[in-house]
């Protein structure tokens, strides 16, 4: 006879399958951080912390959710213990984040500046710059153009004709020998709009992303440290054990018996 009420079972699945989400969702968050940060190398502990929670979280839903189902106290311990290390390292980590919000996107920017002159820099970041100024219609980082250099990509050009022509500049050579011998970027426009900005608004929603993460499955984690506790606790009580019965009956002697005793 389960000595857990099913009700509370399938809550308790249920609650699991949910954390379990929360797992992929840092798995795939970590995937999208991953791709992003990818060319900053100093970044790489926070993509593998990610990595790492998502699936440690992935696996302690699973082992509670089994545990669960087969009211197996020594799995609802383990369980219980995991996920009271885990809301305390969530919490952990979260709080310092959300204060260090401000100075880590102060951080990103620098590394941008960093890169500066874009025409300079590495190619796979070039590349991922063009992408993105293609989608954007913006260029440079912070400057504009003249982020680029010498070397300015088509990418910046402003050539779509949905572009206001207040979003477009017209660009003009820093290189003496190109103001000089070079006439066609006199009517060159490219756009007014640096991506930096862009950039760091989508940065901005990616660490409020992760933060949402991380606060939500602190939360989901005290929520299943309690639960796991009722189930423990339930599991180890002793079933209701029926009333006694004693068997020594009570039978009224036959009258024959009595009588001969009175005589």
Request: with cysteine; hydrophobic share 45%; proline share 5%.
């Amino acid at each position: 006879m389960p000595k857990i009420n099913p009700c509370f079972k399938k809550t308790f699945v249920v609650f699991n399958v949910l954390f379990a989400v929360f797992g992929l969702v840092i798995l795939a968050v970590a995937g999208l951080v991953h791709l992003f940060l990818e060319e900053f190398d100093e970044k790489w502990s926070v993509v593998l912390s990610l990595y790492v929670t998502g699936g440690v979280t992935f696996i302690i839903a699973t082992l509670g959710a089994y545990g669960a189902h087969t009211e197996n106290k020594g799995l609802l311990i383990a369980f219980f213990t995991l996920m009271c290390t885990g809301t305390v390292i969530l919490f952990r980590v979260a709080v310092p984040v959300a204060i260090l919000r401000s100075e880590m996107i102060l951080t990103m920017k620098t590394e941008m500046n960093h890169l500066v002159p874009l025409d300079r820099t590495r190619p796979n970041v070039q590349y991922m710059l063009v992408m993105f100024q293609k989608t954007f219609q913006c260029c440079g980082f912070f400057n504009g153009y003249q982020d680029w250099g010498e070397e300015v990509p088509d990418s910046c050009d402003c050539v779509s004709t949905y572009v206001h022509p207040d979003e477009c500049q017209q660009m003009t050579s820093v290189s003496a020998y190109k103001r000089i011998f070079q006439l066609s970027n006199k009517s060159r426009m490219v756009y007014k709009e640096p991506c930096g900005p862009v950039l760091m608004q989508y940065l901005n929603k990616i660490y409020s992303s992760i933060l949402g993460v991380l606060f939500g499955l602190a939360a989901l984690a005290l929520l299943g440290t309690v639960m796991s506790l009722a189930m423990i606790i339930r599991v180890s009580a002793t079933g209701h054990s029926p009333l006694p019965t004693f068997g020594v009956s009570y039978i009224p002697p036959k009258y024959s018996v009595l009588e001969k005793n009175i005589k």
